[in-house]
């Protein structure tokens, strides 16, 4: 269980950061199913790069709230850089085959 719960606040996080990206970025030609599960994927990579980092480490390393919500908050920012990329490569693709 204590190996579960980062995964499924990276997810969380991710997804929630992913869909609040496309939200801000109305231009992005992502669809909320799209968002979402890219935001989720961008949210395990940002959960797991993270803490690779010692700097960030220090802070989303320590137990209890602070570290559930480094966590979360983390995996929030990796969901929506993924989500603002992945819209980005697909707005350049079609507007490329115009």
Do not use: C
């Not at 909320?32 to 993270?50: E, P, Y």
């Not at 700097?55 to 908050?73: D, H, K, Q, R």
């Amino acid at each position: 269980m204590e190996q579960l719960l980062p995964i499924l606040i990276q997810l969380i996080g991710g997804g929630a950061g992913g869909n609040i990206a496309g939200t801000i970025l109305k231009n992005l030609p992502l669809t909320k199913i799209v968002q979402t599960v890219v935001g989720l994927i961008g949210g395990v990579a940002g959960g797991q790069l993270a803490g690779l980092i010692p700097a960030l480490e220090s802070v989303i390393g320590g137990g209890g709230a602070g570290g559930i919500l480094g966590n979360a908050g983390s995996a929030g920012i990796g969901g929506a850089i993924l989500t603002i990329i992945v819209g980005f490569i697909k707005k350049s693709m079609a507007g490329g085959a115009r």
